[in-house]
């Protein structure tokens, strides 16, 4: 399969969040960038666009990028959302899956070939464990969303051939260079297409003691989530001031 117009959309997880290059748009590479490369060189003609943005939740995402995205005529199309919606205090699951169903039934509708991501499990310990039941019912209504629209499904919530931890950024909420690499691998094979990309290392997660293991969580607490909590708090996203890093089709410097 060859594509030549790919439009990616998205928040953080497919703006590249985690994944950082000063040499590129944002200060980021990311998944969706390692995959445009790949697809480049396997066609001169190939063109990118990137409109996704941090901290949008799916309906934002909806709104502001689907109209723009059928605008470019591609030919590929990703689109990734939710995990903002579902660690809100509140969310209808069952309207912002019917919002959904209706975007990715115009994306398909154009012909392109569609792929969504489920959410990742975030297991039963940890920070987002609260939320583990929010995602597993809307990773459903996405599976069901697919089927109904014949799209590709990326389905990070079976992906059980790495440990998740040392693919996370120090922010504990995305994922590192590794990670985005073994992504970008996933969602190339989901497309059936062949790669020459490899997994990068990671280091091993170090063995803290209970006094380290304070210290550190207090100094994620400090600089990740009380700031998260503060933009919840005063209806702030960290996207506010953000642009997309590919706004046009455009080949790949």
Partial sequence: MSFKRYVALGDSFTEGVGDNDPTRPNGLRGWADRVAFALAEMDEEFRYSNLAIRGRKLPAIIDEQVDAA?????????????????????????????????AIGRLT???ATVAMFTLFDPG???IYKATRGRMALFNEFAREISDKHGTVLVDQWRMRDIELAPHMDTDRMHLNSAGHQYMAMKV????????ALERLPVDPMPVLSRKESLTENARWTREFLGPWIGRRLTGKSSGDTVSPKHPTLDRLA
């Fill in 70 to 102: 059928i605008a470019m005529q591609p030919d590929l199309i990703t689109i990734h959302g939710g995990g903002n919606d579902v660690l809100r205090p509140k969310v209808d699951l069952d309207a912002l899956a019917a919002k959904y169903d209706e």
């Fill in 109 to 111: 509708a154009t012909g």
């Fill in 124 to 126: 039963s310990y940890g």
């Fill in 188 to 195: 190339l094979e989901a497309l059936g297409i062949d790669h």
